[in-house]
């Protein structure tokens, strides 16, 4: 009797279902591929390197240029403080002058004045002076009330005598009945080459210096007045008047 209560419940045991051991792993659904999202990713990767080489085909197309870091003014030539090294595109349409040009530029002068900022093209520049035939610059030193506030390259203006010898030459003209003609300008028109601003960091003098291009004739009177620091500039609008502001 007790063998077949043994033998029974030996029959229970085998009919349980095995269970699975420590070290196996049940099993997992597979995974759902996504072929968009990789196709995605694959044309990301191929936009970026086509982006690297187009950079690196641009850097490869850059020319070392010259760039003016001071307004140099009409008939004045490049100096090495006037001038710093820049990387521009290669375009074969601007006659940029490469850094490497330096020196043959210095030879040449400014055919107008160019503004601090520009980059140097060859058809700012020229052999010779630069002005026109018959044309010189005369350089000013004025003081506060002697030139209307603004005044800018460009400019055309009427220089005054002004000052001790101006009352003078007035006073003899009454005398002489001719004070019409001791009233009238040095320059009826002059045109302003340069004018050359205190730079940040120095201290004024409290003088403007200014650069004017004249007719040759009238440089000489203008000269010597502007060394006694008797001359007074009146700009002249477009319409010709004076304007004094």
């Given at each position: 009797?007790?063998?077949?209560?043994?033998?029974?419940?030996?029959?229970?045991?085998?009919?349980?279902?095995?269970?699975?051991?420590?070290?196996?792993?049940?099993?997992?659904?597979?995974?759902?591929?996504?072929?968009?999202?990789?196709?995605?990713?694959?044309?990301?990767?191929?936009?970026?390197?086509?982006?690297?080489?187009?950079?690196?085909?641009?850097?490869?197309?850059?020319?070392?240029?010259?760039?003016?870091?001071?307004?140099?003014?009409?008939?004045?030539?490049?100096?090495?403080?006037?001038?710093?090294?820049?990387?521009?595109?290669?375009?074969?349409?601007?006659?940029?002058?490469?850094?490497?040009?330096?020196?043959?530029?210095?030879?040449?002068?400014?055919?107008?004045?160019?503004?601090?900022?520009?980059?140097?093209?060859?058809?700012?520049?020229?052999?010779?002076?630069?002005?026109?035939?018959?044309?010189?610059?005369?350089?000013?030193?004025?003081?506060?009330?002697?030139?209307?506030?603004?005044?800018?390259?460009?400019?055309?203006?009427?220089?005054?005598?002004?000052?001790?010898?101006?009352?003078?030459?007035?006073?003899?003209?009454?005398?002489?009945?001719?004070?019409?003609?001791?009233?009238?300008?040095?320059?009826?028109?002059?045109?302003?080459?340069?004018?050359?601003?205190?730079?940040?960091?120095?201290?004024?003098?409290?003088?403007?210096?200014?650069?004017?291009?004249?007719d040759k004739a009238v440089a000489?009177?203008?000269?010597?007045?502007?060394?006694?620091?008797?001359?007074?500039?009146?700009?002249?609008?477009?319409?010709?008047?004076?304007?004094?502001?």
């Amino acid at each position: 009797m007790k063998i077949q209560e043994r033998a029974g419940g030996g029959n229970n045991r085998a009919s349980a279902p095995a269970q699975p051991g420590a070290g196996e792993r049940l099993p997992t659904p597979p995974r759902e591929r996504k072929p968009a999202l990789a196709a995605l990713a694959v044309l990301l990767i191929l936009v970026g390197a086509l982006g690297a080489t187009v950079l690196v085909l641009r850097a490869g197309d850059r020319i070392s240029a010259i760039k003016i870091e001071k307004e140099i003014p009409v008939g004045a030539a490049v100096t090495d403080d006037a001038v710093t090294e820049v990387l521009v595109a290669a375009d074969e349409s601007v006659n940029y002058v490469e850094w490497s040009q330096l020196a043959s530029l210095k030879k040449l002068k400014a055919k107008y004045t160019i503004p601090s900022g520009a980059v140097a093209v060859g058809e700012m520049f020229a052999e010779g002076t630069g002005l026109p035939e018959g044309k010189v610059n005369v350089g000013l030193s004025l003081k506060e009330g002697q030139y209307p506030s603004g005044l800018k390259p460009g400019d055309t203006v009427t220089a005054y005598r002004v000052g001790d010898a101006a009352a003078k030459s007035r006073n003899d003209g009454a005398e002489t009945g001719s004070g019409s003609a001791a009233g009238a300008p040095l320059v009826e028109s002059a045109q302003i080459a340069l004018v050359r601003e205190a730079e940040e960091g120095t201290v004024s003098s409290g003088t403007l210096p200014v650069t004017v291009t004249v007719d040759k004739a009238v440089a000489g009177p203008l000269a010597q007045a502007a060394n006694a620091g008797e001359v007074a500039l009146v700009r002249l609008p477009a319409g010709g008047a004076a304007d004094g502001n």
